[in-house]
Each structure stands twice: as C-alpha cells, then as structure tokens.
C-alpha cells in the first residue's frame, strides 16, 4: 500500500496539472469534465493553427523587402501576412505590386514543391491574398493579387495532404469543403443565397477565415450574385435588377464586370422595355456616362459591351432627352406641337443627340424637379445657349443628317448634313442664331420645317426625301403616312393674277382694294426688283401666289406707304412652308429671327 503521504503528493501533482487546463474543480471521471477540456484544447490548437506574427514583426519584414532588401527564410515567414498591407514609408504601396514580388511567390513555390514550406507560412499567404482591399489597389497591385491566388491554387493540393486525417485546422477544413475559393468565381456557391437575404453561410465562412469587411471578397460576391442571378429566367432576373444594383454601389470594386454581365443579360430578355433604374444608374457621370460620349471618346465604358447594348440604351437615353425636351421643356412654353409623338418614330434611327438649355432653363433646375433631373442626366454634355434667354435647342443625328430643333416656336427645324455641319456639335455654348445652329438660312441646309397646323406631312416628306424613313415598329400608319405624303402630287397652283394688276395675288384683300395705312404692316411693292436681284416682281410674285396666306411687303415703297426710303423688300409666310423657304434663300433673300420673315438686302 502506498504510503498516505505517497498519495497525497500525487494528488497535488494531478491538481496542478487539470489546473493548467482550465478544468472545475469537479472529480476526474466526470464526462462533462472531460467533454470541456476537449474543448478547450481543441480551441488552443486551433489558435495555433491560425497563429501570426506580430504586426511589427510582419510590417519591419515588409519594408525591408519595400526596400529591395534581401529576405531571410524568417523574414520571409513574417511578410507572408502582410503582403497586402499598405506600407506607410512607401507612400502606401503594398508588396504585392512590386516588381521583386515575383520572385518572392518563387521562392515560396521551390519549398512548396520540396515539402519545406510551413503550413503557418501557407495560411499567412491565404490571409493575404484574403485581406486584399481592390478600392485602393493599382494595376500593378491587382495584377500581383491575381497572382498570388494562382499560387495558391497550385500549392493548395500540397499543403492539404500534409494534413492527411489527423485533426486539421478550422481554415483547411473549410478549403477542403470548398476549395473554389482559391479559383476565379470564389463566391459563387454563397451568391444566391445572398442575394435572396440570407447570409448565414457567408457569414460564417467569413469568421472561419478571418474574412475583413474591406476584402475584395465581398466585392466578388456581388458580381457572383450578378452571374447567378443572370442564369434565372427572365421575370426573376429583372425582378433581382434593382437589389443588383444597390449591391453595386455598395461594393463597387467589380462595378463595370457586374454591369457589364447585367446589360447583356437585359438586351437578350423579352420584353425589351426601358428599364429605369437601370438606365439611371449606369448613365451617371460617376459610372459609365452617358452612351452618346462613347463617340466623343469622352465613355470608354460603353466599349465593354457589343454594338446592340449600346444602341439600347442609347435609345433609353433618346427616348428620355426626346420626352423631356417636348414634354418638359417645351411644354413649359406650350411649344410640344406634336412633336415628341412624330420624333419617336425615327427613334431607333438617332445615334446621337444634344440639349442646349437655356439660362432660363438651367436657373429653373433649382425650384424644377423635372429640370433638375434632365440637367444632371446630361450632365457632362449638354450645351448653353447665349443669346435668347428662354429657349431650348435639341439635336439628334438620324443617319447622316443633324437635326436641330427649338423649344420654342416659331422657331423652325432643320436638318444638315451630319459632315457639313455649319457649327462645332460639340461647342459648349452657341448663340442659337442664323451663325450657327438656324445657318440654314444662308443655305447651308439639307432641309427646313416649320410646325404650323399639319407640319408633321410636310416634315415627313421631306425627311423621306434624304432617305429618311420611320421606323419600322413604329406602326405602319405612321410610315404610310409619310410615303403617302411624299407620293401624293403638290396641289395645282392658283391662277395667275391678271396681267393689268401682277402683284393682286400676293397681297391681302384689304391691299388690293385700299392704300395701306400706316398702321398695317403691309405695302404695296414697287414694279421693279431690288438692285442685281435675279429675279422680275412678277416672278417673285408669281412664286408667293403659290403658298396660301404667304404675302410680300414691300418697304422700299416710300413715304406714299408710311415707311421710310431705306426699307426693304420683305416675304412673310405666316405657315413657313419649307419649300417657299428654301427657294427664296437661292434667290438671296435671307431670314430675320426678329421678324420671322425673309428679306432681300439690296435696296
């Protein structure tokens, strides 16, 4: 028998030692006791299974290597974990984007492959590549992050069976349930169910690895998210858009990539319909611009995406540049005239398109939320217009020809070739008069319409006469319309007036009956033509018979009429054919914005 003192040594020995393990002070042999020391060991050997240096230690070896220093086999076990740190002294830089950090991941593949490397030095490198921040990476970084994770995808398979089946740490455990984490689509299999709401996997696969909040991971999880979502047919796609979106400007890292999957996806959906938040969000100075800047060189964005995405939402942005200039700003001057409805028919046809706001317009923005949006959607691109205060301009190319069109009437449209334009398209500011966007009236026009009461017949024979035509959805009456305008004759001209009084057609009743007041607008011409006119009065006169209410006043007239000596020869055209316009400029008549009317100016 043991001596009593024998046994009581022993137990003060046995009580030290359950001491060092945490254990209560319940006997030995009791299951609960037993099942928490397993525990807690279990939680010591995960701690140094997942053991790091210091971040002293990391940081000193990651300058000395910033430095271009030689790096021992310790040092090179401490920068493992701090290869994606900013280093202060290097203005920020991080080892991963160096030029030498190539022949770092070397180093660390020869012992890889030679069975030296150690697995603490294996999972400082995986917490590396893990805490890596894209938001304030550069290329070279980024580029030197990707590389990293190939290197561990290669070395991977090595590390994991220098586990075998013993116990392994929590982190190995978690790569051999789901070793994608190390290729390219890393958070593929978490994304649906994030994207849904639920978040129970992530999170934990988060804790398990030491993930940050900062970590390129949660950035790919979005794009993830994207993909997934664009596997699911189309209603549950679109449905998914918005929260898409709103992932996005949340991790933003992987913007253009998840943008990009998410156009392409659209385009190939049914039905095709606008989608506004859509369009809203990626057309923001702030992401991918507007699409009409891709031209300019101004969106290099849009050049991610083939030709049919971009014309799609260039049409999205047409479309809203159209509604809101007619509906928006010309309505504010009761000014639409129908023109939103005969301009959407040509919609898939504009490539391009402009406003010019006015500082009325753009001093609106401030109490105007309608304004105030249209401004901003076109931030970047829109024009100022100078010289009238109250009104707007729109361009838009149809094919090759420039349409410009005012916000206001009387102003006229009109249409000039896309590659002799008479003014810069891309000036920031024009005067909105005939030296620039209305130069149409010195000729330099392919087409000019006024919106008089049934404009859009005219207006549509005459686009069909460049070759412009609806399109084709856009309803077969709307296009008919048009051809049958183009092929039904001109209506025969009036009779001629009488020799004995040439002029009796191109003047009012009131004119041909009494002399004209000096309170009318309207003299009586002179037999004679203005000094080196090409043309007789009773040919010009003969020309303003032709168009109904169309009329001349003739200022040359004299004291005899109420006006002075120095007056000119005018044409008015309350309805401004385009045609009357346009043979009146060939025969040297110019427009007056002032008066809305032609003028010859020779005395």
């Not at 805490?131 to 070279?140: E, H, I, K, Q, V």
């Not at 923005?365 to 949006?373: D, E, I, K, L």
Request: aromatic letters at 10%; a neutral charge; hydrophobic letters at 40%.
């Amino acid at each position: 028998m043991l001596r009593s003192t024998a046994l009581e040594s022993l137990a003060k020995h046995l009580a030290s030692v359950t001491a060092g393990f945490s254990i209560s002070s319940a006997p030995l042999g009791r299951p609960d006791a037993v099942r928490k020391a397993a525990e807690e060991s279990e939680k010591l050997f995960q701690d140094y299974a997942k053991a790091k240096p210091t971040k002293q230690d990391a940081y000193a070896a990651a300058l000395a290597f910033m430095r271009g220093q030689a790096l021992d086999e310790q040092q090179r076990h401490l920068i493992a974990s701090a290869l994606s740190e900013p280093i202060r002294e290097a203005a920020g830089a991080r080892p991963v984007g160096r030029s030498n950090f190539s022949s770092l991941l070397d180093a660390y593949e020869s012992e890889a492959q030679q069975g030296y490397l150690w697995r603490l030095t294996w999972y400082g490198l995986l917490s590396s590549y893990l805490c890596f921040d894209p938001l304030r990476a550069s290329d070279a970084e980024k580029a030197g992050w990707e590389r990293l994770r190939q290197f561990l995808a290669r070395t991977w398979s090595q590390i994991e069976r220098q586990g075998g089946n013993a116990v392994v740490p929590d982190w190995i455990g978690v790569l051999r349930s789901d070793p994608l984490l190390l290729a390219e689509n890393a958070a593929d299999s978490y994304a649906l169910d994030y994207l849904r709401g639920d978040a129970t996997a992530v999170k934990r696969l988060a804790a398990d690895l030491a993930i940050p909040e900062s970590s390129w991971f949660w950035h790919a999880l979005v794009v993830s998210a994207v993909r997934r979502s664009a596997d699911q047919p189309d209603d549950r796609f679109k449905a998914d858009i918005a929260r898409l979106l709103s992932l996005i400007q949340g991790r933003p890292a992987f913007r253009d990539e998840a943008l990009e999957l998410i156009l392409k996806r659209y385009r190939s959906s049914r039905p095709l319909e606008v989608h506004l938040e859509l369009r809203d969000f990626v057309v923001r100075k702030d992401v991918w611009k507007n699409p009409k800047l891709r031209s300019a060189g101004l969106a290099s964005s849009w050049n991610r995406v083939d030709e049919n995405v971009w014309r799609m939402v260039l049409q999205w942005v047409n479309w809203a540049n159209l509604r809101d200039f007619f509906e928006v700003l010309a309505a504010m001057r009761s000014s639409d005239e129908g023109r939103l409805a005969f301009w959407s028919q040509y919609l898939e046809q504009i490539s391009w398109t402009r406003l010019i706001f006015s500082s009325q317009t753009r001093w609106l923005a401030h109490s105007n939320p309608g304004v105030r949006s249209l401004i901003a959607r076109e931030e970047g691109s829109y024009a100022t217009m100078s010289s009238n205060a109250d009104v707007d301009a729109f361009m838009m190319q149809l094919g090759d020809y420039v349409v410009v069109e005012f916000g206001k009437t009387p102003n006229a449209a009109y249409v000039y070739i896309a590659d002799q334009l008479p003014f810069d398209p891309y000036s920031r500011e024009y005067a909105g008069t005939s030296g620039d966007l209305k130069a149409g009236w010195q000729g330099e026009k392919a087409a000019r319409f006024t919106h008089h009461h049934g404009w859009e017949v005219d207006a549509a024979t005459e686009l069909l006469r460049l070759g412009i035509r609806p399109d084709k959805q856009s309803g077969a009456a709307a296009a008919s319309r048009a051809q049958r305008a183009a092929d039904t004759p001109p209506p025969a001209p009036p009779p001629k007036p009488p020799p004995e009084r040439p002029f009796a057609r191109a003047m009012p009743p009131a004119a041909q009956t009494s002399a004209v007041g000096p309170d009318s607008r309207r003299s009586a011409p002179l037999p004679h033509p203005p000094k080196n006119a090409s043309f007789s009065m009773a040919e010009l006169s003969a020309l303003v018979a032709n168009y109904q209410g169309a009329f001349i006043d003739d200022r040359r007239a004299g004291p005899a009429s109420g006006s002075s000596a120095s007056g000119r020869l005018w044409v008015e055209d309350p309805q401004q054919n385009s045609s009357l316009a346009h043979t009146l400029t060939l025969k040297g008549f110019k427009w007056s914005d002032k008066r809305s009317a032609h003028y010859y100016p020779g005395d």
